[in-house]
């Protein structure tokens, strides 16, 4: 047992010093720099009403300042008022600024929504199979995007979205307010996401993304609504942001079953702090179930989480294939919680009978340190595949109350892993001494190099 205290602490004193598996993205994000040129959208004929349909401005304002790419790019200027528009595209070296006082309103009605193709990691819509609407704000293939403002809001309108939903309705998949493929050097800051038919912020098949200082809100009732979603994206920084919603609060993610594993781009290299979360129905901070290219590199630190279903929970199932793995999360305090901690082999479903049930998941070398919390019910509840289990699964000082709801604060079955300094006891599977450390010491040294 002494060695295996020495082990732990040297495993959390390098978690302190080296800050996490190699990723401290949101200590390398310069601020965007002043655009030289500057239009406003009333100077294209908007009407800031709430009724006015501003889509044709938005869209010629935006084909306009592509001219300004070459010379240090352009801001696009929405003055105070609520500009209703369907959805409209971005473009590269462009600043979106909405002043304080400004709303950006997705209209409702779903025949001003264009319907694209499935992503390709996706193979089909997420919720209906084919396509799917195409989000409010989109970007493809940009560089050098910033999406920013004085306290804007950008409301997506979800509840037309959510009925059609909840009464199977959909002809094809719902679509987000923003959404970036194949990006590069975006920023999202200093703006308010309201009511998202789906997920607030997209980026997927992205690089170098910095969402900061957003709120982002959408009612608990609001079926499967998403907050932040870094998918198949990497060097990505979230930070300093509140968010509360219907489903998870961030969710990372990187395609689904045959179609992930073929597009083979994974999240790595994520890093989220000082965020505060809450998420009725599902996990403030979620990995997975689509997690086929895989995810790996995280840091999670310094966050609240409160008043939600789930604090941290891993998703994936049989057929997904992929990993979850080289995960730290640390400094995290939890109230009302009722599952703390969670990992589950058996959760999702399948895009269509094409996927390969030999397709095992791998998790492996999840570290999980440095927690409080208050009025817990589970503290946490681990299963793994049989053929598959879940390994390296390592906890260091956390402190949970539990409530008197459950008499049982710990599930586990086919996990392995080590704890120390943690209440109420863990299961016997997680008091098995592993190779965590090692880990660590080899990227450790490979970064030395």
Not at 71 to 92: D, H, M, R
Not at 124 to 140: A, D, F, H, K, T
Not at 336 to 365: R, V, W
Not at 400 to 407: A, E, F, G, M
């Amino acid at each position: 047992m002494l060695v295996a205290l020495l082990l732990l602490l040297s495993l959390s004193n390098e978690v302190r010093v080296n800050g996490d598996c190699g990723s401290r993205q949101c200590e390398n994000n310069p601020a965007p720099k002043p655009r030289p040129h500057t239009v406003s959208i009333l100077e294209f004929g908007a009407v800031g009403d709430g009724k006015t349909l501003n889509t044709i401005a938005f869209q010629n304002a935006i084909f306009y300042l592509k001219s300004f790419a070459d010379k240090g790019g352009a801001q696009l200027y929405v003055p105070p008022g609520t500009w209703l528009t369907k959805s409209f595209n971005l473009t590269s070296h462009l600043t979106l600024f909405l002043e304080k006082g400004a709303v950006i309103l997705g209209s409702q009605d779903p025949f001003h929504w264009e319907v694209v193709d499935p992503l390709p990691s996706y193979g089909r819509g997420v919720e209906v199979p084919g396509g799917r609407y195409q989000s409010l704000i989109n970007g493809y293939m940009l560089d050098d995007v910033v999406i920013t403002g004085n306290s804007g809001i950008i409301d997506g309108m979800g509840l037309a979205w959510w009925e059609l939903f909840n009464s199977h309705s959909l002809n094809y998949s719902r679509p987000h307010i923003i959404e970036l493929v194949a990006s590069d050097h975006v920023v999202v800051s200093n703006l308010t996401f309201l009511n998202a038919p789906a997920y607030s912020v997209h980026p997927v098949y992205c690089s170098n993304v910095h969402i900061y200082n957003v709120s982002i809100s959408a009612p608990p009732e609001s079926p499967y609504t998403i907050g932040i979603v870094p998918d198949s994206s990497d060097h990505i920084c979230i930070e300093d942001c509140v968010i509360e919603t219907g489903y998870d609060a961030i969710a990372l993610k990187s395609g689904w079953d045959e179609y992930g594993i073929a597009y083979g781009r994974p999240t790595e290299n994520v890093h989220i702090r000082r965020v505060h979360l809450q998420a009725s129905s599902g996990s403030t901070i979620a990995f997975g179930s689509d997690m086929s290219g895989g995810i790996s590199n995280i840091l999670v630190e310094n966050v609240h989480l409160y008043n939600s279903r789930s604090g941290i929970e891993f998703r994936t199932m049989r057929g997904r294939g992929g990993y979850m793995k080289e995960i730290v999360i640390s400094g995290i305090e939890m109230v009302n919680i009722y599952t703390a901690m969670a990992a589950t082999g058996y959760c999702g479903s399948h895009p269509d009978d094409k996927f390969d049930p030999n397709a095992l998941p791998l998790l492996d070398h999840i570290i999980l340190q440095d927690m409080i919390g208050t009025n817990i019910t589970i503290a946490g509840s681990f299963a793994g595949l049989q053929e598959s289990p879940f390994t390296n699964i390592c906890l260091s000082n956390i402190n949970l109350s539990i409530n008197s709801v459950s008499s049982i604060p710990w599930e586990c079955s086919n996990i392995s892993g080590f704890s120390d300094s943690v209440l109420p006891k863990p299961c016997p599977d997680l008091e098995t001494l592993t190779d965590c450390l090692s880990l660590l010491s080899i990227r450790g040294k490979a970064a030395d190099m």
